[in-house]
Each structure stands twice: as C-alpha cells, then as structure tokens.
C-alpha cells in the first residue's frame, strides 16, 4: 500500500485547509486510516482516524470541534478538514494505514504499517 498525502500550504489563521490522502496499491476500504502530524522539534501527535470501514471518526483532543475526518471508500482515498486554523497546528501532516490494528492502538503511530510521505501545513497570524 503506498499513501500520498497532499493539500498542504501556507494559509492565514482562521482559515480552512483540505487535506488527501490517496491510497494505491491495494484498496484499503476496510484498513482503519489515520492522520498524524509533527511539529519541528516535537513527538508526532494523533490528529484523527476512523476505524476500519464503519468506525466513527475519533479525534485528538486538540483538535476536537475543528477538524473532520472523512473517508471516500470509492476513491481509495481520505481526508481532513481542518477549519480554525490555529498558529499551533503547523505541523507536518501524515496519513496511516493499517489492516489489522485493533481498537485501543487507534491513536498509536506505532500500529500502522503504512506512512504517506507527509504534507507541510503551515499556519501564519
């Protein structure tokens, strides 16, 4: 499964940005998929995932009432709608896949086998 994760740039706070994720190589319709992202200098952070095909999506508690998950099993292909946007959340955004993880890893970077490449958000005041 290779993920490429785009929609990154430069944009004002208060804005909103779109991030994709497209999978290829397999269909990962029934993978639980998963966003994270880095800030320079810190630990990558869980952003949000949905749980195999059906799960509903879970959220990090910094960006819980901002962002939303969603997936389009059709297009093999996730995203994140990220409105609000804070100075905070420049990060390098990253998607994750994986076809066995259980429930209680969702937010483990260490459970998924398949990483994008990452996308750069950067957010100015």
């Known amino acids: 499964v290779q993920l490429q994760a785009s929609g990154g740039g430069l944009v004002q706070a208060g804005d909103s940005q779109r991030l994709s994720c497209a999978a290829s190589?397999?269909?990962?319709?029934?993978?639980?998929v998963a966003w994270f992202r880095q800030a320079p200098g810190k630990e990558r952070e869980f952003v949000a995932a949905i749980f195999r095909s059906y799960g509903r999506p879970v959220y990090g508690e910094t960006v819980k009432g901002r962002f939303t998950m969603s997936r389009d099993n059709a297009k093999n292909t996730a995203y994140l709608q990220m409105n609000s946007l804070k100075r905070e959340d420049t990060a390098v955004y990253y998607c994750?896949?994986?076809?066995?993880?259980?429930?209680?890893?969702?937010?483990?970077?260490?459970?998924?086998?398949?990483w994008g490449q990452g996308t750069l958000v950067t957010v100015s005041s």
């Open positions: 190589g397999r269909t990962v319709s029934s993978y639980t």
């Open positions: 994750a896949a994986d076809s066995s993880l259980i429930y209680s890893s969702l937010t483990n970077a260490d459970a998924y086998d398949y």
